[in-house]
């Protein structure tokens, strides 16, 4: 008697096994390997035993692009691998033909892992059932909190200091300093960050300070990807947006990219910045904000500075590791160099704005030489805080 029993444990457990139902709607996205685009994907899924078949769509995030595709799959209790099998919408031109392999989450309301197809770049998906709540990545040190970096736009011949200050309930603001027009800004934004791809997607909801009262502002959204590196963690990416007041179709501004980071400061880095930091916070009553890591192959560097949008009055002094190497002076169109050698690993360079010209803050380019290359960094500082650079030499082995 105990081989039926055993046979009906067995057919129960294999029934088990596929117990799940992926049957319904399923939403999310996917990236491509080393490109700043993202494309909603969403499915429509009826399961057989083992088996699943469906519709799936595809679009760019603006929506104006779409593609229908009829697609099969295998589920095994932990891992679905779809394949679509033909494209049913444009008739041209042709969207690559996915195969995906994709994980299960723990509590089934999540699809995820990579995807590959014939004679494209390959990349990740992930999809959740509609309504799942996010699921936060615990294991990826630093996403919230402050990030600089800089932003560029396709139709302008200077860059924008940016700023993102991300919350841990996945709301947030940014900062903007433009060196033309408009001043500066703070956008209310929203975001999300994925585990499995280290995809960033944010999203401006609304201009919620501004210097320039009649300036209007892109309202911008973007996806980035997060990596990270020995000296920084990194989030960069593409973005689009539209002008204030209007939308994608009926005001699009030029798109762009966008690079932010965040200082990674060894327990040498650390003990450097609060030396410096300590005496210039006492004596100029202004915290010190480390906004980007520049890493040099030699000592004996060119530090330039100039500005490098409108020319607005800016008044500037350099420290560096403590030393004043430039007093009082005012940023022109010109580059000015001050050569200088580093005598540490870790070293840095602080901005300190003695006038804020017309256009506030003080936003400056600065460029470090190191024979080798040019590396050209957006700075910005105010009467409350100044910008740092941390200047890091590393050995070519």
């Not at 190497?325 to 010109?334: A, E, F, G, N």
Request: proline share 4%.
């Amino acid at each position: 008697m105990k081989t039926p029993l055993l046979i009906v444990s067995l057919l129960l457990a294999a029934c088990a096994v596929w117990a799940q139902d992926l049957s319904g709607e399923w939403e999310g996205w996917l990236v491509q390997e080393g490109k700043a685009d993202t494309f909603r994907y969403a499915l429509q899924l009826a399961q057989a035993g083992q088996g699943v078949s469906g519709t799936a769509r595809a679009e760019t995030m603006d929506g104006r692009h779409a593609a229908r595709f009829q697609v099969t799959g295998l589920w095994d209790g932990a891992k679905l691998v779809l394949q679509e099998v033909a494209q049913l919408s444009p008739q041209s031109p042709a969207w690559c033909m996915k195969y995906a392999t994709l994980e299960s989450s723990a509590d089934g309301q999540r699809l995820s892992g990579p995807w590959r197809a014939d004679g494209c770049t390959p990349g990740q998906m992930s999809l959740h059932r509609p309504g799942a709540p996010h699921v936060r990545q615990e294991a990826v040190e630093g996403i919230e909190g402050q990030w600089s970096g800089a932003l560029s736009q396709s139709d302008r011949g200077y860059g924008f200091y940016i700023a993102l200050n991300l919350k841990a309930d996945g709301q947030g603001v940014s900062y903007i300093v433009s060196e033309g027009s408009g001043g500066s800004a703070k956008m209310a934004l929203s975001y999300t960050f994925d585990a499995v791809s280290g995809v960033l997607q944010f999203e401006e909801s609304k201009v919620v300070e501004r210097e320039d009262p009649d300036w209007p502002w892109c309202i911008k959204s973007g996806s980035l990807r997060f990596r990270k590196e020995e000296n920084r963690l990194v989030l960069d990416g593409g973005w689009k947006g539209f002008i204030e007041g209007y939308n994608l179709e009926t005001g699009p501004c030029a798109s762009g990219s966008l690079y932010l980071e965040r200082a990674l400061l060894n327990p040498e880095a650390v003990q450097v910045q609060q030396a410096v930091s300590r005496p210039y916070e006492s004596d100029n009553q202004r915290a010190i904000k480390v906004q980007r890591v520049v890493e040099v192959a030699a000592p004996n560097l060119k530090i330039k500075i100039w500005d490098n949008g409108t020319v607005d009055g800016d008044v500037a002094t350099l420290f560096l590791n403590g030393e004043r190497i430039l007093h009082q002076y005012r940023v022109s169109k010109r580059r000015i160099a001050i050569p200088v050698t580093l005598s540490q690993p870790s070293n840095f360079l602080v901005l300190h704005a003695d006038d804020l010209g017309d256009i506030r803050p003080n936003t400056v380019a600065v460029a470090i030489d190191d024979g080798v290359r040019e590396q050209t960094i957006i700075v910005s500082s105010n009467l409350e805080e100044s910008g740092a650079l941390m200047i890091r030499q590393f050995k070519v082995e």
